[in-house]
């Protein structure tokens, strides 16, 4: 591989997405290095790659319980603070109810709740992570402050849960490479909006 696709291999995976783009459109316009060029385009970051990555992980861990030690304390937090007024998320109180205790026999004490499993865990965390406009518009800001802390403790326990069956690193490449792919998506609409306004304002000054 050339000097230019290390380059812009060395820029995504810093981070510097601006940057790789620019390198990569570089090795694009050179001619003759058609394994540069393709080294270097394969080094964005796509959310497919993230999902293929994801559901490999998936089918490891799918049964493997995760550990709630750390969540637990989220959720009853939150709980309190909607006791005093907050509007409770929908994610929230389906956590809680998912850790719940629960009757097995009437008259008979109450039973620890099953495990939550890695797949339940990665449908909580997704969902907390992407809630409903209707839910977000609701939540105050203490309220706001406990889900993203519920978001990163579930992140947590499913990464925990997929190391348990040698998957953790293949967990954190999904994880970063997703979340780099969304900043990298991010980026190019907003240099879409800035290219369109600088676009308007010259036609302005034009006409």
Partial sequence: MGPAALNAADKFGSGDFAGGLGSTAGLLATVGTPRAIVKGVDMIPRTSRAGANFETVMNGARNTPID????????SR??????????????VTSMSDAMAPRPVAPGAP??????????AGRDFASNAGRMSAQDSAAMNGPMGRQVRLLTDALNTANRD???????????DAAMKE???????????????????LGVAGNLARKY
């Fill in 110 to 119: 109450m039973a620890p709740a099953p495990p939550i499993t890695y797949e």
């Fill in 78 to 91: 939150a709980q309190v603070l909607g006791e005093r007024g907050a509007t409770v998320p929908k994610v």
């Fill in 161 to 171: 849960a997929a190391a348990k069956v040698g998957l953790g690193s293949q967990y």
């Fill in 68 to 75: 709630t030690s750390g969540i637990a304390p989220i959720v």
């Fill in 178 to 196: 997703y979340r780099q792919a969304q900043q990298l998506k991010s980026g190019v609409k907003v240099a879409g909006s800035l290219v369109g």
